[in-house]
């Protein structure tokens, strides 16, 4: 199969619809709209933004994913910095390690989950007693 041209006029073209298109769902505008305003049909306006939407969700997944990667990296380094004086017992030491892995198995989901019951807005059980799981660090569900 051969490669696509990614600098070909075609391209180009398509590139710059879906960017107008998605620019056009951003302001509000329905699908009929946006085909109207960029002189194409609305199925095809629905599929440039569709596409448009998907290629931005991938890159801030791969963003979210480099992110953490570094925020590690960092911690590792962090760590590396006072893993001595923890081992020789210095408690300052031996603290700054601990949150330093507490962060680290934040970021990296490995604190187990905890039981939560449902509550009305004034702490009061909710209804049905419901006891939902939830991973340290995230929000509880409204």
Known sequence: MAARNTT???HAVHLDRQIK???LRRMGKGYVEIATAL???KSQAHRLVKAGL???KAQVTADAADLKSEALSR???M???IWQGARKGNVSDIDRVLKIEERRAKLLGLDAP???AETDPEGNAAGPREILLVSP???RPT
Do not use: F, N, P
């Open 54 to 56: 998907e290629e931005t």
């Open 114 to 116: 905890t039981k939560v």
């Open 39 to 41: 002189g194409i049909g």
């Open 8 to 10: 070909s006029t075609a």
């Open 79 to 81: 760590l590396a910095g």
């Open 137 to 139: 660090g995230d929000k």
């Open 75 to 77: 911690l590792d380094g």
């Open 21 to 23: 298109a998605i620019e």
